[in-house]
């Protein structure tokens, strides 16, 4: 749905631009999604380009040197939790601490089923794998969980994560992810709420964290519109925010004061080059003004 046409024919090294121009300019993370394989009758709308959130946030990290790696997010619930410790502890380790562990439920049912996971409870699945990865990920070399699906002690784990404690986000906008945001995340990544409805959104998340006595600090994220830095010289479609520097600022500042932390932004490109320019720009023009 986000791709840019010239992203048909994108391939590592534009990856590894993309993700050194964010280190320069001072984005916060980048992130990757997590599927398995799409279904012909989502292969359409969806694709099946999907990079492993794994392998390649590792090989991001190998070609930056700041700039944090988020799954966006994994579907932890298609694997058992000492597999994704292990994969996602190791990618902590080796980045020096830069994993923001990513969350949720998925929603492909062909993936499910085909690797024998029962799509009707992924939710309860998901609950329980965040618990479970809280223990695996956490200080012990020989965590421990018992739950109703996962049940582990005595198996020692190395190399630990960098930090001590690993982020992690949940995403969705459902009541469910909303609730689980708030009981069980660090972090909540909504999916595609609309600016007037994100206030009612965060005021329900502190709410239910509240009710549930949970007083860690949540970090509440959102994506914000498609944006151009400047007056473009073609059509960007009419939703996406174009402009000078503070008025491209003025109108994001608007999701600071709804509560949010951290924004997700999105660049409407013709070109890798154009892109990175505006990656550029944003970074020298726009965000020192946020």
Known sequence: MYAEAWEADAGPDDLVEIAR????????????CDHVAIPRRLAAAMSTVWYDP?????????????VRLLSHVAV????????????????DHLS??????????????????????DFERRGAVLDECVDALRAALGPDEFPTHHGKLYDFEGLGQQPRPAQERVPVWVGGSSPAAVRRAAVRGDGWLPQGDPRDRLPEQIARV?????????????????????????????????????????ALAESLR?????????????????SRSELTDQMAAFGAEVAPLL
Not at 220 to 242: D, F
Not at 255 to 268: E, K, P, S
């Open 21 to 32: 121009t964010a280190d320069r300019s001072g984005f916060d993370y980048v992130a990757s």
């Open 54 to 66: 794994v392998a390649t946030l590792g090989f991001l990290a190998g070609v930056t040197e700041r």
């Open 76 to 91: 932890v619930g298609l694997r058992h939790p000492l597999l994704t410790a292990k994969q996602y502890a190791t990618l």
């Open 96 to 117: 020096g601490g830069r994993l923001i562990l990513g969350v949720g439920a998925g929603h492909v049912q062909e993936e499910f089923e085909v690797l024998g996971v």
């Open 206 to 246: 502190r709410r239910l964290r509240e009710e549930a006595g949970v007083s860690d600090p949540l970090t509440v994220g959102a994506i914000t519109e498609p944006l151009y830095v400047g007056e473009p010289g073609w059509s960007v479609g009419r939703r996406t925010l174009t402009g000078a520097p503070e």
């Open 254 to 270: 608007a999701y600071r004061a709804m509560g949010v932390h951290q924004i997700q932004v999105r660049f409407r490109s013709r």
